[in-house]
């Protein structure tokens, strides 16, 4: 059984830094692209940021971009998700996905129905 599992959320102040994890088991992603998206309440699930198997390639949501880094560790079949200077408006539980088919190592989806695997989620909640 395939399992995506996050870590790593809470609460933190504005300007604080999180780092979250999400760790895969039942099968490797060496060669399948790896995403995080974010939901708050009454919103809908928004992409935050994707990377390549390679690593090579990686894509953010402009309102991400420039504060949080993406990156993947394959010899432990995990995607990392790097959080600094965190704003009150990045309060959602944060979801990680990787996409079943394997990827060129230069292309990152950013819809969610690209992905087939999905975490629970990890809340993160940035207080003001």
């Known amino acids: 059984q395939v399992q995506l599992v996050e870590s790593g959320g809470g609460l933190v102040q504005a300007g604080g830094s999180l780092r979250l994890s999400c760790a895969a088991s039942?099968?490797?992603f060496r060669w399948n692209a790896r995403g995080w998206f974010r939901q708050a309440p009454g919103k809908e699930r928004?992409?935050?940021?994707?990377?390549?198997?390679?690593?090579?390639?990686?894509f953010y949501a402009d309102s991400v971009k420039g504060r949080f880094t993406i990156s993947r560790d394959n010899a432990k079949n995990t995607v990392y998700l790097q959080m600094d200077s965190l704003k009150p408006e990045d309060t959602a539980v944060y979801y990680c996905?990787?996409?079943?088919?394997?990827?060129?190592?230069?292309?990152?989806?950013?819809?969610?129905?690209?992905?087939?695997?999905w975490g629970q989620g990890t809340q993160v909640t940035v207080s003001s």
């Open positions: 928004e992409f935050v940021a994707a990377i390549s198997s390679s690593g090579g390639s990686t």
């Open positions: 996905a990787a996409d079943g088919r394997a990827d060129d190592g230069v292309y990152v989806p950013t819809t969610p129905a690209t992905y087939d695997y």
């Open positions: 039942g099968r490797t």
